[in-house]
């Protein structure tokens, strides 16, 4: 019994163990200039395990993501190993090594169901394991994989897969079992449903992929009806009612906080190019960039956003047209379009199209379709209907095309774990990238030896904003590394420019304060460190800059003869300099 145990075991450790090892390279990275900053080096919020943390976890919406149980695991990490990002590189490998095992376990039932296939045989038993551990080795090794693992901000679409995949598991457990042996399983699947959805909103459509996967491939559909089928997922509706209301309202105003605006042929098109290129990415998995700049205008006339969107149209219809032949095709794709949609730029207006690690739950489909051809050939041999030299040969091509995914995944890991490295691959895939010049400036000002390769950093930057004038981070950045050089004077435009471009944010009126403290322009700088102060009281820069101007500028009063006017300002330095609020 022990040892029919091990070999049930065998294969998900084995997937596992591969998956995990093409990532290694991930554990020895940094934290990134890519929302790590916000999430980790300058959050406090999520430092502990006490109520607080636990309060600002269930209450946060930082990003626009509501996603408290992946904060709690920040929090986590925190305790066990403080600001050390070995860990929260570690978690993330081995919760990303623990989907691929999952995937196993949801790919052998699928599989089976698929094709009929049976564990009672000795010979399919081995077909379902061998099948399903190729589509578990896919999904796990695959490049597209690397981004989720290797960057720390992305742990919500690996939590949310873990708990997604369980759901999946518990449901086609649940189906298995007639009358009420199914409830106690579709209990769980709902409990796993529900701490999905806390770790990344992307699971609301999980409840309809299993109605997907009732109609193919369990072909309950045909048995049963739409009223049976719908009303045995009571528990997992009553888990998806409250989370899409949550999920819904932040998004909301995600959208009315952002700058872009697309009409309804817009979103259709950038919604088409996102389910395009998510299946073109996983078919060919090179010169993957970390940001893939979404444009300022979106027009179906654009060669790349027209060819997606006719190809996404073709693509239904023959899928549609052949499903009676090939139905795992068109529920792959289904699937893919069904977990893509709301998180598509379509519903989610950021600088990023089409991110990768969006394609972390979408391509789970592709990664089982792979497994479901590597069944048909397997068969195809038992038959004597392929000749085994054939078959010999198609399994080294295979084996070379999985040597070649963990290859690129590894060396994409490397890129990944410093923030230079990272965007100065993303300049090297697209030399029009605005945000990637910007990132790259911003990683060799802040990276060692910055000071000394500022007029590298300025022209990235310079660089930047004549790519994209639009966007404001690169002129914030011009103006430090101008202030660094001390060219206060230069810096001042740019400044200025980003102010205009980011009203509201303390940054602009900081940086722009500080400028002007160094060129002792005490007047100009007062207020606007106080409106930098106002909304940012806890950041010390702001108030050691304040409490000087203030200082500086009773001093000239003062010098002048106005003692009078001179007092208040004094009086406002020192309450700044011990934490009270200025007038």
């Known amino acids: 019994m022990v040892g029919r145990r091990w070999v049930r075991l065998a294969p998900p450790l084995t997937v596992a163990a591969l998956t995990a090892a093409c990532f290694l390279p991930a554990l020895s990275g940094s934290f990134l200039n890519w929302d790590d900053g916000e999430n980790f080096l300058r959050n406090d919020a999520y430092r502990g395990l006490g109520a607080e943390q636990v309060r600002w976890a269930f209450t946060s919406v930082l990003f626009g993501h509501y996603i408290p149980l992946t904060r709690l695991t920040f929090s986590l990490n925190f305790v066990l190993g403080g600001m050390d990002p070995w860990g929260y590189h570690l978690l993330n490998l081995l919760l990303h090594a623990a989907n691929a095992a999952l995937l196993y ?3 052998r039932r699928i599989l089976a169901a698929a094709t009929g296939a049976g564990s009672q ?4 038993d081995f077909d379902l394991s061998a099948s399903a551990a190729v589509a578990a080795i896919v999904f796990g090794i695959h490049p597209l994989r690397v981004e989720p693992v290797a960057w720390i901000s992305a742990r919500p679409d690996l939590l949310c897969a873990t708990f997604a995949l369980l759901t999946t598991w518990a449901y086609l457990h649940a189906v298995e079992h007639p009358g009420p042996a199914r409830r106690g399983p579709m209990v769980v699947a709902a409990l796993a449903l529900a701490a999905a959805l806390l770790s990344k909103g992307v699971a609301l459509s999980i409840p309809f992929a299993l109605l997907l996967l009732d109609v193919y491939p369990l072909r309950r559909l ?25 999920v819904y309202g932040v998004r909301h105003e995600t959208m009315e906080a952002s700058p872009l605006r697309f009409d309804a042929v817009a979103r259709v098109t950038v919604a088409a190019y996102s389910f395009v290129i998510s299946l073109a990415r996983f078919l060919w998995p090179f010169a993957l960039s970390p940001l893939n700049e979404m444009p300022t205008r979106i027009s179906a006339f654009e060669p790349r956003f027209g060819f997606a969107l006719v190809a996404a149209i073709c693509l239904t219809g023959v899928l549609i047209v052949s499903r009676r032949r090939w139905p795992s095709g068109l529920a792959a794709w289904a699937f893919s379009v069904l977990v893509l ?9 950021t600088t990023d199209l089409a991110p990768d690690r969006y394609s972390y739950l979408s391509g789970l489909g592709f ?14 041999v038992r038959r004597g209907a392929l000749a085994r030299p054939v078959a010999w040969v198609g399994a080294v091509a295979g084996s070379a095309v999985l040597a070649g995914l963990a290859a690129t995944s590894w060396s994409y890991s490397e890129v990944w774990r410093q923030p230079e490295s990272l965007w100065r691959w993303a300049v090297e895939v697209d030399p029009a990238c605005s945000v990637c010049h910007e990132k790259l400036g911003a990683s060799i000002l802040a990276g060692p030896g910055g000071a000394f390769r500022l007029d590298e950093a300025e022209g990235l930057f310079r660089r930047a904003i004549a790519l994209r004038p639009d966007l404001p981070n690169a002129y914030i950045n011009l103006g430090t590394a101008l202030i660094i050089q001390g060219r206060y004077a230069e810096a001042e435009a740019p400044l200025l420019r980003y102010i205009e471009r980011a009203p509201g944010v303390p940054l602009g009126p900081e940086r722009l304060g500080h400028a002007y403290l160094l060129q002792k322009r005490y007047a100009d700088a007062i207020p606007l460190l106080r409106t930098a102060f106002r909304h940012a009281p806890e950041r010390p820069p702001i108030r050691s800059d304040l409490a000087a101007a203030l200082q500086g500028r009773a001093q000239e009063l003062r010098a002048n003869g106005r003692l009078a006017d001179a007092e208040p300002l004094l009086a406002e330095s020192r309450a700044v300099a011990q934490d009270g609020a200025p007038r």
């Not at 045989?121 to 399919?124: K, L």
């Open 222 to 246: 045909s048995r049963l009806g739409w009223r049976p089928l719908i009303s045995e997922k009571i528990p997992v509706w009553l888990t998806l009612v409250p989370a899409a209301i949550v």
């Open 121 to 124: 045989d000795r010979r399919d």
């Open 367 to 380: 990664a089982v379709l792979v497994g479901g051809a590597v069944l048909g050939v397997i068969r195809l």
């Open 341 to 349: 949609a709301p998180t598509s730029a379509a519903l989610r207006p």
């Open 105 to 107: 376990a949801v790919a």
